[in-house]
T-cell receptor, first 110, second 115 residues
């Protein structure tokens, strides 16, 4: 039930774009995205609910393809502050808890 | 600062012992979630309480138990500790709890080391 994230790690230069993918083998009700910096707690980015919506927050946006049971997180014009590990959390239809992926470590260098 | 507090920050104990981790949710939040984060397992959902009642259960071992008190703070009890229980334990809270489709605010975590 744990979603699969890809890539596992990515290194970007400031200003470059990145896409992080999250896919599940189960039908999803919602997908959550969090960012965690080393030694800190995960911080909420956004939730996408069933319905194929796309959300955006400044230069970070995400899409949710319900039929494909997958979500993608888009980071554009990356900044140094984007560095961290990104986790997707998936809520399976009928369940009431989140299953988190193993994370994608993003490093932005000058 | 998420508004979620956890104590203690660090805990070092020996195998076979029992410890209690404490979490206070954000003011007004009714749900508390417990997660375990170890290096090789990522974030694992353990259990959720909503307004004092268990709402959902994840990969929580029988040696672990939790409860939520009338003032909404929660405690996670870990007993017969093993080396593999060493991990970061996070508590998160959310306003409601009917589904997991709400923003969860994470506390700073308790780092447990079992020697």
């Amino acid at each position: 039930q744990q979603p699969v994230q890809s890539p596992q790690a990515v290194i970007l230069r400031e200003g470059e774009d990145a896409v992080i993918n999250c896919s599940s083998s189960k039908a999803l009700y919602s997908v959550h995205w969090y960012r965690q910096k080393h030694g800190e707690a995960p911080v909420f980015l956004m939730i996408l609910l069933k319905g194929g919506e796309q959300k955006g927050h400044e230069k970070i946006s995400a899409s949710f393809n319900e039929k494909k049971q997958q979500s993608s997180l888009y980071l554009t014009a990356s900044q140094l502050s984007y560095s961290g590990t990104y986790f997707c959390g998936t809520e399976i239809d009928g369940a009431n808890n989140l299953f988190f992926g193993t994370g994608t470590r993003l490093t932005v260098i000058p | 600062d998420s508004g979620v507090t956890q104590t203690p920050k660090h805990l070092i104990t020996a195998t076979g012992q029992r410890v209690t981790l404490r979490c206070s949710p954000r003011s007004g939040d009714l749900s508390v979630y417990w997660y375990q984060q170890s290096l090789d397992q990522g974030l694992q959902f353990l259990i959720q309480y909503y307004n004092g009642e268990e709402r959902a259960k994840g990969n929580i071992l029988e040696r672990f138990s939790a409860q939520q008190f009338p003032d909404l703070h929660s405690e996670l009890n870990l007993s017969s500790l093993e080396l593999g229980d060493s991990a970061l334990y996070f508590c998160a809270s959310s306003a409601g709890g009917a589904t997991a489709s709400e923003t969860q605010y994470f506390g700073p975590g308790t780092r447990l080391l079992v020697l």
